[in-house]
């Protein structure tokens, strides 16, 4: 009999500026449990979804700042947060807020020195990709906050030994 124990653990990595700021996150490890033979044998199907599990990042600096997160992974697979080598992790932003504001979050890439969109409610991440706050233009402040969805799924097959899959998703924060 075969069972998983699905998890995904959660890196945060300082950010290095003139204000102090300190990168939260409400978990550190997510952890899916574990799926029994007939829950991992279900042939018919493509993928095996599992339960979405939310995470809320925070940022507090001493300063106002231009705040942005970053999302990668130790463990990246065909362009996408992997969970072990069958399955793989969609993180979606969304609810967020610059200093108590409601604020859009915008894609943006390490290179960019403005944001390439005013931004939405809510931003499908794509790997290496990094989340602006907005308001029309870049929003600078003292504390951001975002919550991070992650809907994460497996393929099916054959269960014959007891596996442990494992993702990383990495959240690091820079500041102007």
């Known amino acids: 009999m075969k069972r998983y124990l699905l998890m995904a653990a959660i890196g945060l990595v300082p950010c290095q500026s003139w204000a102090a700021c300190e990168l939260i996150a409400s978990q ?16 018919n199907m493509p993928w095996i979804t599992l339960p979405e599990k939310q995470i809320q990042v925070q940022v507090n600096c001493s300063e106002p700042q231009r705040i942005r997160l970053f999302l990668g992974s130790d463990l990246p697979r ?32 390490r290179t960019d020195t403005v944001l390439r969109s005013g931004g939405s409610e809510a931003l499908q991440v794509s790997l290496n990709e990094g989340l602006g706050f907005s308001n ?32 990383n998703l990495n959240i690091n924060l820079e500041v102007q």
């Open 136 to 167: 029309g233009e870049e929003v600078y402040g003292k504390n951001a906050s975002v919550s991070l969805l992650v809907a994460a799924r497996i393929k099916p097959g054959p269960v014959t030994e007891l596996t442990t899959w494992r993702g």
């Open 28 to 43: 550190q490890k997510i952890v899916y449990s574990r799926l029994t033979p007939a829950e991992r044998q279900q042939g």
């Open 78 to 109: 065909n362009g996408t947060f992997s969970l072990g080598s069958e399955g793989e992790m969609r993180i979606t932003a969304s609810h967020a807020y610059v200093d108590d504001r409601p604020v859009r979050i915008a894609p943006v890439h």
